[in-house]
């Protein structure tokens, strides 16, 4: 069941590639390079001491919380991006009975949804820079999962396929807007990384949940038809459950 270092060792892991995504965060959407200077304020780019690149230094350390360049606030995201990494970390090595290659391996993975769901909720996109990259990264350490061969993986890759493209025709009659192309290539995302049978867990889930979250803010009156849903946090939240406990909810 592993030991409180390798559990101290994974979070911190988990909140440094947390605060590592939030510092080259608006490179993802963006045509702005990957590699480049780390800056803590996302909206001037200024330069950052070394402090406040750490996390959950800079609101301490900068004026209420604001870059002194610019005098933009910090987003609370770069507060729970972190923390919620860190955590990710820690149920994945719970979840993986303490296997620390495969909690490292499920970790990041789940960080990886739990920020497409964020881009996702601030700027309505789901970045081809983390899903193809996700993609590639989910091919070469297919060998890692404990419990998924590596042909389950290029089968759950085949599913993702199918049943994203099977969605999307289903989609066609309720507007553009139903489901995008971000879906469909995060649902393949989700496949090579899930693998079968978790994948149909996964997006079965997140679809559900999604609709349900719909029809309530429809009947609700909070949103109108041409409002914007996302889906993306849906679908990081169907795969996030089914990549620690797929296995077990799988019936047959």
């Known amino acids: 069941m592993g030991s409180f270092f390798e559990a101290f060792l994974v979070a911190l892991v988990g909140l440094s590639l947390g605060q590592l995504l939030d510092l080259g965060w608006g490179r993802f959407y963006t045509g702005e390079q990957i590699r480049g200077r780390l800056s803590?304020?996302?909206?001037?780019?200024?330069?950052?001491?070394?402090?406040?690149?750490?996390?959950?230094?800079?609101?301490?350390?900068?004026?209420?919380?604001?870059?002194?360049?610019?005098?933009?606030?910090?987003?609370?995201?770069?507060?729970?991006?972190?923390?919620?990494?860190?955590?990710?970390?820690?149920i994945s090595y719970w979840a993986f009975d303490g296997d620390l290659g495969a909690s490292l391996l499920g970790g990041f993975f789940a960080t990886l949804f739990f920020v497409l769901s964020l881009t996702d909720l601030e700027t309505r996109l789901l970045p081809n820079r983390i899903v193809y990259s996700g993609i590639v990264l989910a091919i070469l350490f297919c060998w890692g999962w404990p419990d998924t061969s590596i042909p389950e993986v290029f089968l759950g890759g085949l599913v993702g396929v199918l049943i994203a493209g099977l969605l999307l025709l289903i989609s066609i009659p309720f507007g553009s807007g139903a489901l995008g192309l971000g879906d469909v290539k995060m649902m393949v995302l989700m496949g090579f990384v899930l693998g079968f049978p978790a994948v149909v867990i996964g997006i079965v889930l997140g679809t559900l949940v999604a609709g349900v979250a719909a029809a309530f803010l429809l009947i609700s009156g909070r949103a109108g038809r041409k409002d914007y849903i996302p889906h993306g946090p849906f679908l990081a939240l169907g795969a996030i459950v089914a990549l620690f406990w797929g296995p077990s909810l799988w019936p047959y």
Not at 44 to 49: D, F, Q
């Open 40 to 90: 803590r304020c996302s909206f001037c780019g200024a330069p950052s001491g070394i402090a406040a690149l750490l996390p959950f230094v800079a609101p301490v350390i900068w004026d209420d919380g604001r870059c002194p360049n610019c005098a933009e606030p910090l987003t609370q995201r770069s507060i729970y991006l972190p923390a919620g990494s860190a955590v990710l970390f820690l």
